[in-house]
């Protein structure tokens, strides 16, 4: 994943450990403008995007939503699935029921229709099982030596024992490797 970020957006401004993170499960921090990425155990945990750097170009989600978004707008894109909450202890937030890819929530300047989203951030929903998120990188077209550049705890056998995985899930009986049929 961080190769194919780099290849867009260019090299991180900041890669580092994470000493800390409340949920737990973030321990590197990769920083591309406003963009931060975080990781837990080699795999994709979360994103956040920041008001606009100019660094990068604007980030907005698939309805056309990004920081500086209007409360309406953001209405007029998920209607029922937006939850304002004004009393969260970090000011105005906002979260949106998504199906995969995962959850979006921000921060917010207030809730009445002309105020606007301060911050984005959004997170995937963790994979059933470590082959399922494999699967959901070769997917998404990662090469294998990409995901195994950025996730240093994987060998090439490992993607082949999810691909054997994915094969057995849809019905074959047995996997045969490539090149020994």
Do not use: K
């Not at 957006?9 to 403008?33: I, K, M, N, Y």
């Amino acid at each position: 994943m961080l190769a194919a970020l780099a290849g867009v957006l260019g090299p991180p401004v900041d890669d580092r450990p994470l000493g800390s993170c409340p949920s737990g499960e973030a321990d590197r921090l990769v920083q591309f403008g406003e963009l931060a990425v975080l990781f837990g155990g080699g795999r994709f945990v979360a994103w956040d995007a920041g008001p606009p750097s100019g660094a990068l170009p604007p980030l907005t989600t698939a309805e056309g939503i990004g920081v500086g978004s209007s409360v309406a707008e953001l209405r007029g894109a998920y209607g029922q699935r937006l939850q304002l909450d004004p009393d969260d202890p970090f000011g105005p937030v906002f979260e949106i029921t998504t199906p995969p890819p995962g959850r979006l929530a921000g921060t917010l300047t207030g809730t009445g229709p002309s105020d606007t989203v301060a911050s984005l951030s959004g997170a995937p929903p963790p994979a059933a099982d470590p082959a399922e998120n494999l699967l959901e990188l070769l997917a998404a077209g990662m090469t294998i030596g990409a995901i195994i550049e950025d996730h240093a705890d994987l060998e090439s056998d490992d993607l082949l024992a999810a691909l054997e995985f994915a094969a057995l899930a849809i019905g074959m009986r047995r996997a045969v490797p490539l090149g020994a049929a």
